[in-house]
C-alpha cells in the first residue's frame, strides 16, 4: 500500500511518518529536498504543489492508495502581505487535489485549523459557524470548503496550536519556549489567547484511526482543557522541569501582530471519542508522551 504526504518534512509529517512506515511506502512531496535518512526509506518528490498539471502527472504515476496532505502556508502574519501566495498554496491546492483524488478515486485527508472561527465564542465544535479572520484564516477556509464540497472519499481535521518533536522543524511554541527557558532568557506570553493545543504525534494516530474506519467526515483535536497561552507556557516549565518565573503574562494587542489571533478559541473533541474511539488526554499528559518522546530520540 502506498501513502502519499504533502510537506513531507514538516511537523506533522514527520509524526505521520512514524505512525505509517511500518504499514506503508510512504511517497512524500515538498518544497526542500527530504529530511529523512536513506535507510527510511521514504521518497520524496521536490515539488511546488502550486504548479498543478505538474502535480497531476506525479499523481497519476504514483498512483498512491492515500493521500495525507498537511501542506501548507503556515506564516500567519506574512499572509496579509502575501495574499495571493496563501490563497494558491491554501485555498487553489487543496481544491485541485480533492478533485485529483476524486477522480482516481484516492481517499484524501485534509488538514484545517480553528483558525477557521472566530475566536469569540469558543471552545467550537464540528457543527459550529465559521468565520474566519485573516488572510491565513481565510485563505484556510477556502481550502477545507473546497475539499468538503467536491465529493468523494474526503476528511478534514481540524488541530489547534500544533506541537511536537520533530526534526529540523521551523520554529514552534514548545519549542522555543522550552530553548528561551533553558538559556534563561525571559519570555512574554499572552494570556488572553485560550486554546486547546494539539500535540502531533496522537493526531497521527486520529488520522489512522480515520483511515481504518473510513471515517470521511469533518474532525476537532486538541487536549482535554482549554487553557490560555500563559497557562500552556507555565504547564511546559513544570514538565520539563524549566524556570516558570522567567514567563510573564501579557495581552495580545501588546505583540501589534498584522494577522488577527482568535482569541476564545479551542476545539470540543467529543466527536473523536465518541466516534472514533480515541481519549482525549490533558495537556500535562501529553506534554510527558512528548517528554519521552523527545527522551527516547
Ligand atoms: N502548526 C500549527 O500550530 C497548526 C495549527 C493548526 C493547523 N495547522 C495546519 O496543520 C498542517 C500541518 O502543519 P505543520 O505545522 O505540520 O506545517 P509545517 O511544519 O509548516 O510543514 C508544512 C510543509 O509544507 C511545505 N510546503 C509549503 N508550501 C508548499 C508548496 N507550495 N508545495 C510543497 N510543499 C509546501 C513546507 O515547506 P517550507 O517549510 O519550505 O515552506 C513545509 O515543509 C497545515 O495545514 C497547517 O495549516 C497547523
Given amino acids: 500500500m502506498r501513502l502519499m504526504i504533502t510537506g513531507i518534512n514538516g511537523l506533522l509529517s514527520q509524526n505521520l511518518v512514524q505512525e505509517f512506515s511500518d504499514l506503508y511506502e510512504i511517497n512524500g512531496i515538498d518544497l526542500n529536498p527530504g529530511i529523512y535518512p536513506a535507510d527510511q526509506n521514504i521518497q520524496v518528490t521536490q515539488l511546488d504543489l502550486t504548479h498543478t498539471s505538474e502535480l497531476a502527472k506525479h499523481l497519476q504515476t504514483s498512483e498512491p492508495d492515500v493521500l495525507i496532505h498537511t501542506a501548507a502556508y503556515t506564516n500567519v502574519d506574512r499572509a496579509e502581505t502575501e495574499r495571493d501566495l496563501a490563497f494558491a498554496v491554501n485555498a487553489v491546492v487543496p481544491g485541485e487535489l480533492a478533485k485529483l483524488c476524486r477522480d482516481l478515486d484516492i481517499p484524501l485527508i485534509h488538514i484545517s485549523t480553528d483558525y477557521v472561527f472566530s475566536g469569540d465564542s469558543g471552545p467550537y465544535a464540528e457543527i459550529s459557524s465559521c468565520d474566519p479572520q485573516g488572510s491565513y484564516a481565510e485563505s484556510k477556509y477556502a481550502g477545507e470548503q473546497a475539499v468538503l464540497n467536491c465529493g468523494g472519499q474526503v476528511a478534514v481535521v481540524r488541530p489547534n496550536v500544533m506541537y511536537g518533536h520533530g526534526v529540523q522543524l521551523k520554529s514552534s511554541f514548545v519549542a522555543w519556549l522550552i530553548k528561551e527557558l533553558q538559556q534563561g532568557r525571559p519570555v512574554n506570553i499572552v494570556d488572553d489567547q485560550y486554546n486547546n493545543p494539539t500535540y502531533a504525534r496522537r493526531l497521527a494516530t486520529v488520522i489512522h484511526q480515520i483511515l481504518d474506519k473510513k471515517a470521511w467526515d469533518l474532525w476537532h483535536f486538541g487536549?482535554?482543557?482549554?487553557?490560555?497561552?500563559?497557562?500552556?507556557?507555565?504547564?511546559?516549565?513544570?514538565?520539563?522541569?524549566?524556570?516558570?518565573?522567567?514567563?510573564?503574562?501579557?495581552?495580545?494587542?501588546?505583540?501589534?501582530?498584522?494577522?488577527?489571533r482568535p482569541l476564545r478559541s479551542g476545539l470540543i473533541c467529543e466527536k473523536v471519542k465518541q466516534e472514533l474511539d480515541v481519549p482525549i488526554l490533558s495537556i500535562s499528559e501529553e506534554l510527558e508522551l512528548l517528554k519521552e518522546e523527545m527522551n527516547a530520540s
Avoid: M, W
Fill in 223 to 260: 487536549s482535554k482543557e482549554t487553557v490560555s497561552r500563559y497557562t500552556f507556557a507555565l504547564n511546559i516549565a513544570h514538565t520539563f522541569g524549566l524556570p516558570s518565573g522567567l514567563i510573564n503574562a501579557i495581552s495580545t494587542v501588546e505583540l501589534n501582530q498584522s494577522a488577527p
